[in-house]
């Protein structure tokens, strides 16, 4: 194994600045990776001043550089900063987190030692510890068709929810998708990714885009002994109204990019966004319900105009 890391990480991040601190704050305290290099960059699509920049400087340890850059109200999006991360980033190992993680302290030695012994793998995912789910959400989730019994599966519909199997897994395994919150990627897989209409601001699913990208260049993996604790933090996330109508959707374009919209593709994410639409109804969540209508409404449009069986 190799005894030092050169690595890129990338914060992107809007106006949660105390999230943020203790973000940096968990890689800061890094163990055992004496001898790396290590290059953060925070991409701003809001506003930090530069006081707190540098107190922050003057907290990282010597081994440690932190780059800031500031977007343009033109560039703003979640996909946008990770476009930019690609370019602007030094190093070929390239870690996204969001900015409300926080890492074990031996999150970085494992991340070297996952792509030590997996060097084929293009991207590499840990797991979030505070994420967990009763038999009964597990169930929900399969009859919803947002999961599937193996945990690096999509499901039928495109969604990501085996991810509720992570936690209960003891050894590395092959998946088909990262976790946005935490996700490690060689550059060189990210070659084709660009910007896409669909995955404007908050950008649901900018994740999966990616994996998917990524992976049409080799595995990815994920390490149950990858830890970090995603707290969610709910500033600065789109109205959820919207993030409702965009989890149909762009789960549409997910499948349109991925697979193609087959009748039993279309009509899975269909029953999926039906469940999700009744769920919230139920539970008087009256703007995610509105999403979710207003999504189901908008991909049988969608599909009709596409002229693709199964409407």
């Given at each position: 194994?190799?005894?030092s890391?050169?690595?890129?990480?990338?914060?992107?991040?809007?106006?949660?600045?105390?999230?943020?601190?203790k973000?940096?704050?968990?890689?800061f305290?890094?163990?055992?990776?004496s001898?790396?290099?290590?290059?953060?960059?925070?991409?701003?699509?809001?506003?930090?001043?530069?006081?707190?920049?540098?107190?922050?400087?003057?907290?990282?340890?010597?081994?440690?550089?932190?780059?800031?850059?500031?977007?343009?109200?033109e560039?703003?999006?979640l996909?946008?900063?990770?476009?930019?991360?690609?370019?602007?980033?030094?190093?070929?190992t390239?870690?996204?987190?969001?900015?409300?993680?926080?890492?074990?302290?031996?999150?970085?030695?494992?991340?070297?030692q996952?792509?030590?012994?997996?060097?084929?793998?293009?991207?590499?995912?840990?797991?979030?510890?505070?994420?967990?789910?009763?038999?009964?959400?597990r169930?929900?989730?399969?009859?919803?068709?947002?999961?599937?019994?193996?945990?690096?599966?999509?499901?039928?519909s495109?969604?990501?929810?085996?991810?509720?199997?992570?936690?209960?897994?003891?050894?590395?395994?092959?998946?088909?998708?990262?976790?946005?919150?935490?996700?490690?990627?060689?550059?060189?897989?990210?070659?084709?990714?660009?910007?896409?209409?669909?995955?404007?601001?908050?950008?649901?699913?900018?994740?999966?885009?990616?994996?998917?990208?990524?992976?049409?260049?080799?595995?990815m993996?994920?390490?149950?002994?990858?830890?970090?604790?995603?707290?969610?933090?709910?500033?600065?996330?789109?109205?959820?109204?919207?993030?409702?109508?965009?989890?149909?959707?762009n789960?549409?374009?997910?499948?349109?990019?991925?697979?193609?919209?087959?009748?039993?593709?279309?009509?899975?994410?269909?029953?999926?966004?039906?469940?999700?639409?009744?769920e919230?109804?139920?539970?008087?969540?009256?703007?995610?319900?509105s999403?979710?209508?207003?999504?189901?409404?908008?991909?049988?449009?969608?599909?009709?105009?596409s002229?693709s069986?199964?409407?």
């Amino acid at each position: 194994m190799s005894d030092s890391l050169t690595l890129s990480v990338a914060i992107c991040t809007r106006n949660r600045h105390e999230d943020l601190r203790k973000c940096l704050k968990s890689i800061f305290g890094q163990q055992g990776i004496s001898g790396s290099a290590i290059e953060i960059l925070i991409i701003d699509d809001g506003d930090t001043e530069e006081a707190w920049l540098e107190e922050v400087r003057r907290e990282m340890p010597s081994s440690m550089e932190l780059g800031y850059h500031r977007k343009k109200r033109e560039e703003a999006g979640l996909l946008k900063s990770r476009i930019y991360a690609t370019h602007a980033s030094k190093y070929e190992t390239l870690l996204f987190l969001d900015d409300d993680v926080e890492l074990e302290p031996d999150y970085l030695a494992v991340l070297l030692q996952t792509f030590d012994r997996f060097p084929d793998a293009v991207g590499v995912g840990g797991v979030d510890q505070s994420f967990s789910c009763s038999l009964k959400g597990r169930l929900l989730m399969l009859v919803s068709g947002r999961s599937r019994f193996s945990p690096g599966k999509l499901s039928y519909s495109g969604f990501a929810s085996s991810m509720n199997l992570w936690n209960r897994q003891k050894e590395i395994f092959r998946t088909e998708f990262l976790h946005g919150c935490n996700m490690c990627f060689r550059k060189s897989a990210l070659r084709d990714v660009e910007p896409v209409e669909w995955l404007n601001g908050y950008s649901l699913g900018e994740d999966l885009y990616l994996s998917y990208l990524a992976g049409l260049h080799g595995p990815m993996v994920i390490n149950p002994g990858l830890k970090l604790v995603h707290y969610g933090s709910p500033a600065s996330r789109d109205k959820e109204e919207q993030v409702a109508y965009t989890k149909v959707m762009n789960h549409y374009e997910l499948l349109k990019l991925r697979t193609g919209i087959t009748p039993f593709r279309y009509a899975m994410l269909l029953w999926t966004a039906g469940f999700l639409y009744a769920e919230t109804a139920l539970k008087r969540r009256k703007e995610a319900s509105s999403g979710y209508l207003r999504g189901i409404r908008a991909l049988k449009g969608a599909q009709a105009r596409s002229g693709s069986p199964g409407v």
